[in-house]
């Protein structure tokens, strides 16, 4: 006789298992429709990879793992996927998950599978592989993905292959009805477990003693394989997987730790039979063996039901009595939880659906006080202090309840039904650790937000002290150009200018260490603009003033649109754009009298034959100061004088190219954000001396005649006149399909520039898709115009 270990504590609960055990096991049949949910297992939720309207065979896969501890689902019957959405789950917080809802079509059409014709001739790999495209997950208990179980590493060979046939809760009878009629799967199902976890020692079944037609039909399918079929006394919670190791081997596994730890795996009866089923046919885990009992059902029964099957479904088979009974309650007594819903599915987990009545399973007594009796201790399977835990739970006390060994709890009941005060311990510990894994959770997430805040901060550090150096880089810049410019020879025109850009430069230094960037970069800006002032000439200024009264007047816009917005919405922001708004207006009246002023002084100087040009046409007023002022150059400078222009035009940009070139090896090394605009500005620079050098060799090259009687600005001018011309004569139809070609061209170009700012994720990717949306709008407006 094999020796039998005993476990410390447990109970003995009436059975109750009579009941389901008088019929053998029936289809449920396919209902109108499945709910499966993604999350049927301990690990991360499957994930869809079907659409609504999609039609699906029986065994197709529909949601894809996720992730190493994770498990497919798939199609348990051919139909139509209704929704992805959520819905009520089986759960005690009767939470809801996304799910598949299929509509059946009752042709339970099969997709094409097949399974190994030799299984020994597969490597652990395949086959643990096969077993994860399947599906399988435990399915005697939380629903640990069976493949993640089996792939044991070879440096800790497994001595001991145990499968759980103990189902020790009262009412279930799945295995039990499970071992009497389909004994020999069991016994295949366990072949193949042994063939991937190559037990060195031996392959144990463990059944509990109250079972003896489903022992002895494993035994006679077990004969001559080795597999040993292991009677042992009926006690409650003898079928939790540390407790059944402990009674079959005597080895206790460790806190915290795992069965293959101690060189054992475990698994259930009901997910041996899914394995053999996956490795010879290739058939998914679609169905399962569920238990209907209770009182208030006229027919208990043991079902083969298809997963995804709602809870109603199964009641209206077994006769179910809604008004006989107390509540309806997925799982046993001790470890089920009460549902909230009937339209619930079934599970992988799903083993029983308990319909009691009030005289089978009595509401609790209220709880009393505790009289320190002790007699839940004596009942634990953990050997855990239960009282204190009580008093920790009680007084939220989450650091003695670790230390009191909280999450080797395995909510069992047995406290609770031992307790003669009625105290729901188990409702204490659950609670509690709900409790501590959020507290680790909200842990983890502010650890992260504390890493994220402080590398900001040092990557702000770092920015800014790039900007410091920066800074004093064109400082020393600035002084060597002015020592360059001291041993300048006399009358160079660039010395005084040089020493006022240092002066100017030193002066905005000062300013932005001593006031805020703000006024810092105000001040900038005025001197910028004091310094042009001098250089600017009257139509300049006129046209820089229109620039900046339209811009104003855009933002003007942009500001009540905002604001119009904000108090429809109520938002708190309503405040800050009128007070926008206000600015912006006060700065458009600015802008409007300055350049009213310019307007003013400019027509009182003007003379009248200027005012006679003014009354014409603009655009022939245009052509007439541009060859005016070509005629007056041309008259005034002489053939040397163009030259000697010319050549200073080169050299002096020839500098500028050699500056702009050094700015940009500088950004580049100190990987300055204006790189870019560096770039352009090199590039304009370039051209602009590439013109210049063109101009001055076609006049070296002409003769003296061809200079001061050729005009390219005439060309220009005929070229304009064409064109406007050319727009005058246009019909509005033409003019709009003009303006539409325009606008297809910018919106292809924006769209150009918003991908590729999108795909280097550039915070321009809002403005520009801003802007491509009101491109868009006014295409399909003037597209409209033109229909």
């Not at 994930?47 to 065994?59: A, E, M, Q, R, T």
């Not at 790999?125 to 590493?153: H, N």
Request: with cysteine; aromatic share 4%; glycine share 6%.
């Amino acid at each position: 006789m094999r020796k039998i270990w005993d476990i410390p504590g447990g109970i003995h609960p009436a059975e109750n298992k009579v009941q389901s055990l008088h019929n053998p096991i029936a289809s449920a049949g396919i209902p109108p429709q499945l709910i499966l949910p993604l999350a049927q297992h301990i690990g991360a939720p499957a994930s869809p990879i079907v659409k609504v309207g999609d039609h699906v065979l029986k065994g197709q896969m529909i949601a894809e793992a996720k992730g190493f501890v994770s498990a497919p689902v798939h199609a348990p019957t051919s139909g139509v996927i209704a929704a992805i959405e959520a819905r009520v789950i089986p759960h005690p917080s009767g939470m809801s998950a996304t799910c598949i809802v299929i509509d059946t079509d009752g042709a339970d059409e099969w997709i094409e599978h097949a399974g190994a014709e030799d299984y020994t001739s597969l490597s652990k790999l395949e086959l643990v592989d096969r077993i994860r495209q399947a599906g399988i997950a435990g399915m005697g208990g939380a629903g640990f993905p069976s493949a993640v179980k089996l792939s044991t590493r070879d440096d800790k060979p497994i001595a001991t292959l145990i499968l759980n046939g103990t189902e020790c809760e009262p009412y279930i009878t799945a295995d039990d009805i499970l071992m009497r009629e389909r004994a020999a799967e069991i016994i295949a199902g366990a072949e193949i477990l042994r063939h991937i976890i190559k037990p060195t020692k031996e392959t144990l079944i463990g059944v509990e003693d109250n079972k003896p037609e489903g022992i002895a039909a494993l035994k006679k399918a077990a004969e001559g394989t080795g597999i040993e079929i292991v009677a042992f006394p009926t006690k409650y919670p003898s079928g939790g997987e540390k407790q059944l190791i402990q009674i079959l081997t005597g080895k206790e596994v460790p806190a915290g730790g795992l069965p293959a730890d101690i060189g054992v795996v475990c698994q259930n009866i009901g997910t041996a039979t899914a394995i053999y089923r996956a490795i010879q046919f290739g058939e998914p885990l679609i169905s399962r063996i569920t238990t209907v009992t209770g009182e208030a059902c006229g027919q208990p029964q043991n079902y083969e039901v298809l997963l995804g099957t709602p809870v109603q479904y199964l009641l209206n088979k077994s006769q179910f009595k809604q008004e006989n009974c107390i509540r309806l309650i997925m799982g046993g007594p001790m470890m089920g939880y009460t549902l909230q819903d009937t339209a619930v599915p079934i599970v992988k987990t799903s083993n029983c659906v308990l319909a009691p009545t009030v005289a089978e399973l009595p509401p609790p007594p209220p709880a009393q006080a505790c009289i320190r009796c002790g007699m839940c201790a004596e009942a634990c399977p953990v050997s855990l202090l239960p009282q204190q835990m009580y008093w920790f739970s009680r007084a939220q006390e989450h650091d003695k309840l670790e230390d009191h060994q909280l999450f080797d709890c395995i909510e069992c009941g047995a406290c609770s039904f031992a307790c003669p005060s009625n105290i729901p311990l188990v409702q204490y510990y659950r609670a509690s650790k709900a409790e501590i894994r959020q507290a680790q959770q909200d842990k983890i997430k502010s650890d992260r937000s504390k890493e994220r805040f402080e590398a900001r901060t040092a990557r702000l550090e770092q920015e800014e002290a790039e900007k410091d150096a920066r800074r004093a880089a064109r400082m020393e810049a600035a002084k060597a150009k002015a020592a360059a410019a001291a041993n300048a020879p006399a009358g160079d025109s660039k010395t005084d200018l040089i020493q006022a850009a240092i002066e100017r430069s030193k002066a905005k230094q000062s300013q932005s260490e001593a006031a805020d960037p703000a006024q810092a970069a105000i001040a900038r800006a005025q001197a910028k603009r004091d310094g042009n002032a001098e250089e600017e000439s009257a139509e300049q200024k006129t046209d820089r003033l229109q620039k900046l009264l339209a811009s104003a007047e855009k933002r003007l816009a942009a500001a009540k649109e905002k604001l119009a917005q904000a108090r429809e919405q109520e938002n708190d922001k309503a405040e800050a754009f009128a007070t926008a708004v206000s600015k912006t207006e006060e700065k458009i009246a600015s802008i409007q009298q300055e350049l009213t002023e310019h307007q003013a002084s400019l027509t009182a100087t003007k003379t009248e034959a200027t005012l006679a040009t003014d009354n014409a046409d603009p655009a022939q007023a245009a052509i007439a100061r541009a060859l005016a002022k070509r005629a007056g150059n041309s008259a005034d400078e002489s053939d040397a004088d163009k030259t000697t222009r010319l050549q200073n035009t080169v050299t002096s940009t020839e500098k500028r190219l050699a500056a702009a070139q050094q700015k940009l090896a500088l950004a580049q090394e100190q990987n300055d954000a204006n790189t870019a605009a560096f770039a352009t500005g090199l590039e304009k620079t370039q051209a602009k001396l590439d013109a210049a050098k063109k101009e001055l060799k076609d006049h070296q090259a002409a003769p003296v005649a061809a200079v001061s009687s050729e005009y390219p600005v005439q060309a220009a001018i005929e070229r304009a006149k064409a064109a406007r011309e050319a727009q005058a004569n246009m019909s509005d139809a033409d003019k709009t399909k003009q303006n539409i070609e325009s606008l297809e061209n910018r919106i292809a170009r924006t769209r150009e520039k918003l991908d590729a700012a999108r795909a280097d994720g550039d915070d321009k990717a809002n403005i520009l898709a801003d802007s491509l949306a009101k491109l868009e709008d006014k295409l399909a407006a003037a597209q409209q115009t033109l229909s």
